[in-house]
């Protein structure tokens, strides 16, 4: 009902509304109705920024997607059908956009050799090749130069004997009229700009990054080569001694002869097998998983830290569902006084956040001054996180700490919740303690809490932050995989990758990511039937 | 212990040491267990109340008590880190609230084509974890920032859409059942009364449904709260950090020096958390179970 409509109806001294519907009220929906109006305009002028300023930096896919995703939300939103997408939509877009999407993007990746070296399309390569080669024009004249800029475009005015010329990036250099020089030939006035004053140069590192990266055509034809200057005072004419032959695919070095012709792998590869160290992205079909059990640097590591990542996940679930599991039984009495305070005591460490634990461990297992060697063995300096199997350990008895409350928790929820009455008859039957909790207990509880250890062994088998909080995956192995005895495989592929700096090889990670989730994947599906054959007990 | 045992089993044979070896002996194991459980919350106090702030000494517990740590942690950005873990884990949760609450209102009210199919895909894209697609995620998002910075590198906005995009698949079928418990026939009375669309959703329904709202935001918030690899890609700059990331930065970087900031911050940062859940433990021990254990 709406208060809105309800109050208009008894205000003394207006017309009674006329009987239809509250859905066509207008005063009904009147508000709701100006709020979407709002919120859409806000949607719709957010879109259009996007749009416009995809177009501006040519990023094709965004454009579409945005375009798209723009007009279904007011396709959507305007018409009085597709009630359950307007529901959906927000939901979905973002599903799509952030997970779907990722997904199917990863891929895809995997199946290319995207990372260092090999970033753009083949075109970003040529440019890249030419811009790399270029050179200063041996005995060329330095000219007097002057940064301009109009708006947010930066350009040169240089001073060609008595000339005063502007260019940018995009129009070559032409001649302006009405321009002023100071002494030095350096261009004080320039018609249609302004003059960016040295001090600016300076102060703003952006601005000259851009003046040192600016390269202004003395013409149309490229062939004629570009201004540069080094420290915005005088410019000189560059040239690249790389030529680009479309039709060919070959790059030619004019200085050296040397002729770089475009591969299937992505490269420019001179015939003495000398490589251009800017590549392209190609895709490489089953290169990435080939080189994942065949390179000899690698393969061996990744193996390791493959049967690790199970043997990690498969104890973690083994030892804490195993304690959990002990002290609900024992603690499940009610002879045990002060039962809520001991549970209060043992579930502490669940309530103290994930991520700070593995911290506090990591500073408390440490060599010299860790409180562990301290306290508990005399002041020995034991290398928890540094030996490979003591580390291993630490990892296990951390990740014990922090999860056995859970299935504390979770097992005593279930022995409560298990029928009195079976124990009974179980007892009276003559069945003995191991007996019953064989037959009796274990198959009952395993009906609730196997579906939360596959949850929970699925967790593990990603748990990147206490593998990274604790040890970074540490020591490292000998050999230059950069992997460790700790690393499981989503911190390996976190290395691999090279998302946090250093050399970046996306297609191979992306290919582990795939394998993993092919793994989780699986899992899944086991664990789905096997919970309900589960059930059936 | 069992030295103990025995003792009392001479003293009277009978009727003690069968409460011994029943019941008694599960006191003393109770203190050794809370011990384990507790000792590394006692240390970190007491390191957040040590004056030297390095790791160094800290293992003789509460050899002094200062509150130098908690005033030092005044001139870090650690305060800047708990404002943006709010923010990012606030606007995840309320987000995850209503995008998966009104995905499963439609899933729950309306038959419609591809349902069925939909709510089949969305059982198979939660399997699969966003984080291990963190590669890809950074390419979107550096792809994205070129075009709008705000969806970019090192923008919590951009986080925040990250997370929401795992929302559907995690809380749609947690909030599904219960929205179909809630019965049909009460919307359809409100709609014969002249309600509409947006009036039985927003009054009838979503006050009906609000404690698995709060579950959803409550797990929205922690999972938010407790990400290590996403943040740790997006948010590149110190004023952008998160807790996790914060945190992590501190100790992974001169461990012993930074010891006593640390400690201060987990100390601050965990209590609240440590409360809630206190206050809240009979709930969650429910919530827990019930989601497990079949009537």
Redesign the interface.
């Known amino acids: 009902?709406?208060k809105d409509a309800a109050a208009a109806v008894n205000r003394p001294g207006q017309h009674p509304e006329p009987r239809v519907?509250?859905?066509r009220n207008l005063h009904?929906?009147g508000w709701?109705f100006f709020v979407k109006l709002l919120v859409m305009a806000v949607i719709n002028a957010l879109g259009i920024?996007?749009i416009m300023?995809?177009i501006n930096?040519e990023?094709w896919?965004?454009l579409g997607a945005s375009v798209v995703l723009l007009v279904v939300a007011d396709v959507v939103y305007f018409t009085k059908r597709a009630?359950?997408?307007k529901?959906?939509l927000?939901?979905?877009v973002?599903?799509f956009?952030?997970?779907?999407?990722?997904?199917g993007?990863?891929g895809y990746?995997a199946f290319t050799n995207?990372g260092t070296g090999h970033a753009g399309n083949e075109q970003q390569a040529v440019d890249a090749a030419l811009i790399q080669a270029e050179h200063r024009v041996p005995d060329s004249v330095s000219y007097p130069l002057a940064v301009v800029r109009d708006g947010d475009t930066i350009g040169f005015a240089i001073n060609d004997d008595g000339f005063v010329e502007v260019g940018t990036a995009e129009d070559p250099l032409a001649p302006v009229n009405g321009a002023a020089v100071d002494a030095s030939g350096t261009p004080t006035e320039v018609p249609g700009w302004e003059i960016v004053p040295r001090s600016d140069l300076f102060s703003d590192q952006d601005l000259q990054d851009t003046v040192v990266n600016l390269r202004v055509p003395v013409s149309d034809d490229a062939e004629d080569g570009s201004i540069r200057t080094r420290e915005g005072q005088t410019g000189a004419i560059y040239k690249s001694t790389m030529e680009w032959d479309p039709d060919a695919q070959t790059l030619t070095d004019t200085e050296t002869g040397t002729v770089y012709e475009a591969s299937a792998s992505g490269n420019f590869v001179a015939e003495d097998g000398t490589m251009l160290p800017t590549g392209w992205v190609v895709t490489v079909g089953f290169d990435n998983f080939q080189r994942a059990v065949t390179d000899t640097a690698l393969a061996g590591p990744l193996l390791e830290v493959t049967l690790w990542t199970f043997a990690f996940a498969i104890l973690t679930v083994l030892t804490s569902f195993g304690l959990g599991l002990l002290?609900a039984m024992?603690?499940n009495?009610q002879?045990?006084k002060g039962r809520k305070f001991?549970r209060?005591?043992?579930?502490?460490?669940?309530?103290?956040?994930?991520?700070?634990?593995a911290?506090?461990?990591?500073?408390?297992l440490?060599k010299?001054?860790?409180?562990i060697n301290?306290?508990f063995f005399f002041g020995a300096d034991i290398n928890w996180l540094g030996d490979e199997w003591l580390a291993r350990f630490a990892i296990l008895w951390v990740n014990l700490?922090l999860s056995y409350?859970?299935w504390f928790?979770?097992c005593?929820?279930?022995l409560q919740?298990l029928s009195g009455e079976t124990m009974e008859a179980a007892k009276i039957d003559g069945a003995g303690r191991w007996r019953q909790f064989r037959s009796i207990t274990l198959p009952l509880l395993m009906?609730?809490?196997a579906?939360?250890a596959i949850a929970s062994f699925?967790f593990n088998f990603?748990n990147?932050?206490i593998i990274?909080?604790l040890t970074?995956g540490g020591p490292a192995f000998p050999g230059t995989s950069g992997l460790g005895s700790t690393d499981i495989l989503?911190s390996a592929?976190?290395k691999i990758?090279g998302?946090?700096g250093g050399v970046a090889d996306?297609g191979l990670?992306?290919a582990l990511?795939i394998i993993?989730?092919v793994i989780?994947?699986i899992i899944?599906a086991v664990a789905f039937r096997q919970t309900r054959k589960l059930?059936e007990i | 212990m069992s030295e103990q045992t025995v003792k009392v089993a001479r003293r009277s044979p009978t009727r003690r040491s069968r409460w011994w070896a029943?019941?008694g002996w599960?006191?003393p194991?109770?203190a050794i267990?809370?011990f384990?459980?507790?000792f590394?919350?006692v240390?970190?106090l007491s390191?957040s109340l040590s004056e030297s702030g390095?790791?160094?000494?800290?293992?003789n517990l509460f050899s002094d008590i200062s509150f130098a740590n908690y005033q030092a942690l005044g001139e870090t950005t650690f305060w800047t880190w708990v404002g943006n873990t709010l923010i990012v884990g606030g606007a995840t949760a309320v987000g995850a609230v209503?995008?998966?609450a009104?995905?499963a209102?439609?899933?729950s009210r309306?038959r419609?084509k591809g349902?069925r199919p939909g709510l089949t895909t969305l059982l198979i894209?939660q399997?699969?974890?966003?984080?291990?697609?963190?590669?890809?995620?950074?390419?979107?998002l550096t792809?994205?920032g070129?075009?709008?910075p705000a969806l970019g590198i090192n923008s919590k906005i951009a986080l925040i859409?990250?997370y929401?995009?795992?929302?559907?698949?995690a809380n749609?079928f947690l909030m599904y059942g219960f929205f179909n418990s809630i019965p049909k026939e009460m919307d359809e009375a409100?709609k014969i009364?002249?309600?509409?669309?947006?009036?039985i959703?927003w009054?009838l329904i979503m006050p009906l449904v609000t404690p698995i709202l709060a579950v959803v935001a409550l797990l929205a918030f922690i999972s938010a709260?407790?990400?290590?690899?996403l943040a740790?890609?997006v948010l590149v700059s110190p004023d952008q950090w998160t807790l996790?990331v914060g945190?992590?930065q501190w100790?992974?970087n001169q461990?012993?020096s930074n010891?006593g900031l640390?400690?201060a911050g987990?100390v601050v940062?965990?209590l609240p958390?440590?409360a809630l859940?206190?206050a809240l433990?009979k709930y969650?021990?429910?919530g827990?179970?019930a989601g497990?254990?079949?009537g």
């Open positions: 009902m709406s519907s509250h859905a009904g929906m709701g920024s996007i300023s995809a930096v990023a896919v965004i009630m359950p997408l529901y959906m927000p939901g979905l973002f599903l956009v952030f997970q779907i999407f990722t997904l993007y990863t990746v995207y002290f024992i603690y009495d002879r045990v001991i209060t005591l043992f579930i502490l460490p669940y309530a103290f956040p994930a991520f700070m634990s911290l506090l461990w990591r500073g408390m440490n010299e001054f860790g409180v301290d306290l700490w409350p859970y928790l979770v005593t929820g279930a919740a009906v609730s809490t579906p939360l699925a990603n990147f932050t990274y909080m970074e989503i592929i976190y990758s998302v946090s996306y990670a992306s990511s993993v989730f989780v994947g899944s059930e | 029943e019941v599960k006191y194991l109770a267990i809370a384990y459980a507790i590394p919350l240390y970190v390191a390095t790791l160094t000494g800290s293992s209503l995008m998966g009104a995905a209102y439609a899933f309306f419609f349902r894209v399997m699969f974890p966003q984080t291990v697609a963190f590669v890809s995620v950074f390419l979107l792809a994205l070129n075009v709008a859409c990250v929401l995009g795992g929302a559907l698949g749609t409100a009364d002249g309600a509409t669309h947006a009036q959703y009054r709260f407790g990400d290590f690899i740790k890609i996790a945190m992590y100790v992974s461990l012993t010891w640390f400690a987990a940062a965990s958390v440590l859940f206190l433990q969650i021990v429910g827990l179970t497990s254990v079949k």
